[in-house]
């Protein structure tokens, strides 16, 4: 706190500094007027007087104009973490991201139990009608009704008694069946012994080629049959052949036949 001496040495300081202008100023003025009056001089001032006891506060002035910014203050140290706040509102939903890298393909799961039956499915459309591929109708029948003697050379045995001749490839005149188609055939025939002095001996041919032969010699009145399957070509005949030294026995009752049916075509 200011004491009285304090504050008079500065009253005192104050005074001299007044003082001493002063004292130019009236030096300034005395040097003005000496050009008017020669014989006028001012003595020289006495000494201050003590200073009087302080005065009352004044009132405060005016606030003074705002200083230039100091300069940025060091950062400080960290401070403690502060508690946790309450959570803000969801935002609202943001685009989606890129597709992220394949992963590698995992191990096989257990198999699962198996479901129930599903609800049956609507009827399908009916589908376009296919088309039935037609085979070749091919078949014959026929019989002898007259013996044949004894010959005495390979001889073709005529049937005369046609039941059935389903695609016309029998000839009666020639007593052979032309194939109509090439494929694969059945053919059998059977002839009856005519005496017991002549053993009968007849072989189903194709073309030139014996097929096969049925022959019965032990006992009058008993009868000899054969059957073949071949492959045979179109324009192929087949026929029947009484062999030389033989004879045949047949009457009304047709006992000596030659049958043949095409099974199926061949096309390959």
């Known amino acids: ?41 001012n003595g020289i001032p006495g000494m201050p007087g003590i200073p009087g006891s302080i005065g009352q506060k004044g009132d405060n002035g005016e606030p003074g104009l705002s200083g230039l910014p100091g300069e940025k203050g060091a950062m400080g140290e960290q401070g403690m973490k502060g508690s946790t706040g309450k959570p803000g509102p969801m935002g609202g939903k943001g685009d989606a991201g890129p597709a992220g890298v394949k992963g590698e393909q995992g191990t096989k799961g257990d198999t699962g139990s198996s479901g129930g039956q599903g609800v049956p499915g609507p009827k399908g459309e009916r ?111 087949i026929w029947v052949r009484l062999n030389s030294g033989y004879a045949l026995y047949s009457n009304r009752h047709k006992y000596t036949t030659f049958t043949g049916y095409l099974l199926y075509p061949n096309t390959d």
């Open 1 to 41: 706190m200011t004491t009285n001496m304090e504050l008079f040495v500065k009253y005192c300081i104050v005074v001299c500094v007044l003082q001493v202008c002063q004292t130019v100023a009236q030096q300034t003025q005395e040097d003005t007027q000496t050009e008017r009056c020669t014989n006028c001089c």
């Open 127 to 237: 589908g376009q009608t296919g088309q039935v591929q037609q085979q070749p109708r091919v078949a014959f029948s026929v019989a002898r009704t007259t013996s044949m003697d004894r010959v005495s050379s390979d001889t073709v045995v005529i049937y005369d008694k046609v039941h059935s001749n389903i695609g016309n490839g029998y000839n009666t005149d020639s007593g052979k069946f032309t194939c109509p188609v090439r494929g694969s055939y059945i053919f059998m025939t059977t002839a009856l012994r005519q005496t017991s002095s002549y053993s009968v001996h007849v072989c189903v041919m194709k073309n030139t080629l014996e097929l096969s032969c049925a022959y019965e010699g032990s006992d009058n009145g008993r009868s000899a049959s054969n059957s073949v399957i071949i492959d045979a070509e179109q324009g192929d005949e």
